[in-house]
């Protein structure tokens, strides 16, 4: 039944767009999709009005969330009375009763299994597509990591010859796929021919004002302009990633550039569970990741902990939970995980789960000292341990796992104002909370 709702909600949207014409702007990519939609859709509200712009809602990317996004809802879950509301809903906007208002429509959209994109851009075909990164994601269902990758550039090849393709020129697998675009191709990214050039990325920290501690950065456009970032409550260059894509988006689309830098300048934070930074107890700071993972942002996400500006007498901390969906893959990918820890000068590793324990059994084997290396079941338990026997002041934590091992609830035993949890972290919803 829920499929045949899909499938008649996707047509209310194919017909709803073909008749409204918005600028469809697909967001695609194994990582840093939704912080790439966040910070598109904050640089467009620096100069059109919130009728002209709808996003993504939360990261619905799929067949019932493009849908979702696109009629402004939200998810009906198991409720008979939304789904008949929402069923309406799609029909009034395909009928032409409601109007698509939006001149721009930015939608994320994923796949989970082989031919998941060819039906969400037969639904919303795209005139803008961003490409994030190109890797190792839902490999459990794919096969591979080429079946996955190969799976991604269906949304390069699907542009068509008047459209835009926004490219990671620092994605090795992103930029190879370039020549798959028929259509203008804008860079961002370190890469120094990039049109947008992300430069001189610095996280600052100091644990006497922890409510200063973010991400200084540069961006330089076209070779000649230059604008400098300040980006309060994060850390990563994923959000330099994110911006710059917005950026580069903009001057594809021949907007003014300068209004949109502005306004995220003023306006931009981090989103729940998404690299972000937070005062914890005993005056340590937790960078919590604790929304997703997959290998690649696990990687990054250790690098930036094995480069965080460490106060006197502090340590380096990684709480780390399973990656899921990697198939084949999965034994793998997280002993390359653990061997990455035990290279980057990290002084403790909790681990979260069966997968999470590959990760530590790794690690040990390639010289991390066993008992800086403890192992958990579930992630409440690793917090309470943490909170007991690790910390110490001027310490820092990672806090990083996939959404099956709910390492949020480590950030809540950690962060100094437990009361800010509903504000701050991910699954905070009553829902949630219960399971």
Not at 84 to 106: D, E, H, N, Q, W
Not at 358 to 374: C, F, H
């Amino acid at each position: 039944m829920k499929k045949a709702f899909e499938k008649f909600l996707g047509g209310c949207v194919r017909k709803t767009i073909l008749r409204d014409k918005p600028t469809v702007v697909a967001i695609a990519g194994s990582v840093g999709k939704t912080s790439a939609r966040n910070a598109l859709s904050l640089a467009l509200s620096g100069w059109l009005s919130a009728d002209e712009v709808r996003a993504s809602k939360k990261n619905f990317n799929n067949e019932l969330g493009i849908p979702l996004s696109v009629f402004a809802s939200d998810a009906p879950g198991k409720s008979l009375f939304k789904w008949v509301l929402l069923l309406a809903k799609g029909y009034l906007y395909s009928m032409g009763v409601y109007k698509l208002k939006a001149r721009y429509l930015i939608l994320e959209m994923a796949a989970d299994h082989p031919g998941d994109l060819d039906y969400l851009l037969s639904v919303a075909p795209p005139q803008v597509v961003i490409m994030t990164a190109m890797g190792a994601e839902h490999t459990e269902f794919f096969g591979s990591v080429e079946s996955a990758v190969e799976e991604e550039r269906k949304m390069l090849k699907a542009i068509p010859p008047d459209g835009e393709a926004i490219l990671n020129a620092d994605d090795s697998l992103v930029w190879e796929s370039r020549d798959l675009v028929k259509a203008e191709k804008v860079s961002y990214g370190k890469n120094p021919s990039s049109v947008v050039n992300i430069q001189n990325t610095r996280l600052v920290y100091d644990p006497l004002y922890p409510e200063e501690a973010g991400l200084e950065m540069e961006l330089r456009i076209l070779k000649n302009r230059s604008y400098y970032f300040k980006l309060k409550g994060v850390f990563g260059e994923a959000h330099a990633y994110a911006i710059a894509a917005a950026v580069a988006f903009c001057i594809s689309m021949d907007h003014m550039s300068s209004p949109a830098i502005e306004y995220i300048k003023d306006h931009y934070s981090g989103m729940a569970g998404r690299t972000r930074l937070i005062p914890g107890i005993k005056q340590t700071m937790l960078l919590d990741d604790s929304y997703n993972a997959q290998p690649q942002a696990m990687e990054m996400a250790i690098h930036e902990l094995a480069n965080f500006p460490l106060p006197s007498g502090g340590r380096r901390i990684a709480a780390l939970g399973d990656m899921l969906e990697l198939g084949a893959l999965s034994q793998s990918e997280h002993e390359k995980i653990g061997n990455l820890v035990a290279q980057s000068n990290i002084d403790f590793l909790v681990c979260c789960g069966k997968l999470g324990a590959v990760i530590g059994q790794s690690a040990a084997k390639a010289g991390m000292p066993q008992d800086r290396i403890v192992y958990f079941d579930k992630s409440p338990e690793a917090g309470l341990h943490i909170q007991q026997n690790i910390l110490q002041e001027n310490d820092v934590v990672l806090i990083k796992g996939s959404q099956g091992s709910r390492m949020e609830k480590i950030t809540k035993e950690l962060m100094s104002d437990p009361l800010l949890a509903p504000q701050l972290l991910v699954r905070q919803s009553p829902e949630w909370l219960r399971k």
